[in-house]
Structures are given as C-alpha cells and as structure tokens.
C-alpha cells in the first residue's frame, strides 16, 4: 500500500526566512509525485508534478526536487501571502488512485 | 472559465437524510472524481470517472452513490447520510487522470447529526 508522510506537521517563518518541507513516499513504482497548495476553506490548487528521480520543477518562490524515497518543496524568501497547507500525493499506477499526505501548514510571518 | 463548481457549499442534515452534491466543470475533461477531507486525513477518493456514463468505486465507497450523464456534471449522493460522513467533500476533475495535475472545486462542507 502506497504511503506518504509529510514533515514537518507545521512550519513558522518569518518573511525572508526560506525553508524546505518534507514529502517521504513508499510506493510499488512511482509514476509521478504532486505537490498542491491548499488555502483555508478552499481546494486544492496544482503547483507541480514531478516524474522520476533527480526532476526539478520552480515557480516563482517555490522549487520541487524529487529523489528515491522523498521530494522536497523548497521556498525561498517566503512571504505572507505563501502562507497556506502544502499536500504532496503520489501516482503509483493502477487503477485511478492517487495517495495524498496530510499535508504541512506553513504560516509566513510579515 | 469557472473551472469546477460545487453546490452546495454548506449542508446540515439528520441522520437517514438523503442529498445530492453537484459538481461541474467546464474544461472539457473526460476525468471527474469525488474525495473526503477529514482532519489527520489525506485526501480519499470516493468515487471516479474515466468519461461520460462511466462511474468507479474509489477507496471508501460506502454509502455514496454516483452519476456522470454528462460530461460536465458529476454527482455524489448520500442515500441515508451517517454522522460518519460528516466531512467536507471535494470534488476535482483532470484531462489525463491520476498521472497528471487535477483542478479541484471549492469544496462542500457536510455535517450530519
């Protein structure tokens, strides 16, 4: 059974303070990594999907890198309005089934 | 575009209720899927569809029931609601399936007493 843990839970920063969450996977075969960015009382909005080991993807603050086991997220010089909870989720094959984390809620403080 | 809109936003029912969430999406995508948010929880897919009149059972099924007459619409019903579905409900839609990006409505925020 696919599983993914996400760390750190939360994550306090101050603006300018760049940081790195955690995405560790155990998959049968990864078929794509996807990180997500989800504000208060909304969906889940798409950032990146990354596909075998050692792929890099950016988007303005934002950087996603994946090896092996674990993919990071990585945001520098955060500022206020990043603040929001990241998902990650993996794509194992299969039948139409992708397994989300729980996600790491990151607060930027101005 | 509206993307993918959910109706309704917010829900009270008593326990053996019956509802129907809507979910619709105006991207033209064959994929349509159902999910549960609760706290300490990923994302769970309830139910999915690969395309128009195709319907599937995700990872909790349970008690739901779905319906895609069309392309656009996908509808999750609660025959006789539990106070164990009380979530928020998310519906997304995507036009290569689980192995690319999905678009996910604002979500549907279910409590069942």
């Known amino acids: 059974e696919d599983q993914v843990t996400q760390s750190p839970e939360a994550l306090r920063l101050q603006e300018g303070e760049s940081s790195s969450l955690n995405c560790s996977y155990t998959v049968s075969g990864l078929r794509g990594l996807f990180w997500y960015r989800q504000d208060p009382g909304k969906g889940p909005e798409f950032l990146f999907t990354l596909y075998s080991a050692g792929e890099e993807k950016e988007k303005e603050r934002l950087k996603a890198t994946l090896t092996k086991k674990e993919s990071f997220l990585h945001i520098t010089a955060p500022k206020p309005e990043d603040s929001a909870t990241y998902l990650c989720?993996?794509?194992?094959?299969?039948?139409?089934?992708?397994?989300f984390g729980i996600g790491t809620k990151l607060q930027v403080i101005p | 575009n509206a993307g993918v809109t959910q109706t309704p936003k917010f829900r009270v029912l008593k326990t053996g209720q019956s509802m129907t969430l809507l979910c619709a999406q105006d991207?033209?995508?064959?994929?349509m899927y159902w999910y549960r948010q609760d706290p300490g929880m990923g994302l769970r897919l309830i139910h999915y569809?690969?395309?128009?009149?195709?319907?599937a059972k995700g990872e909790v099924p349970d008690g739901y029931n779905v319906s895609r007459l069309k392309k656009q619409n996908f509808l999750l019903g609660l025959e006789s609601a539990a106070p164990s579905q009380t979530s928020v409900y998310f519906c997304?839609?995507?036009?290569?399936?689980?192995?690319?990006?999905?678009?996910f409505g604002p979500g549907t925020r279910l409590t069942v007493t």
């Open positions: 569809s690969v395309g128009e009149g195709t319907t």
């Open positions: 989720a993996v794509y194992s094959g299969g039948y139409q089934k992708v397994t």
């Open positions: 991207m033209n995508h064959e994929y």
């Open positions: 997304a839609s995507s036009p290569t399936g689980q192995r690319g990006e999905q678009y």
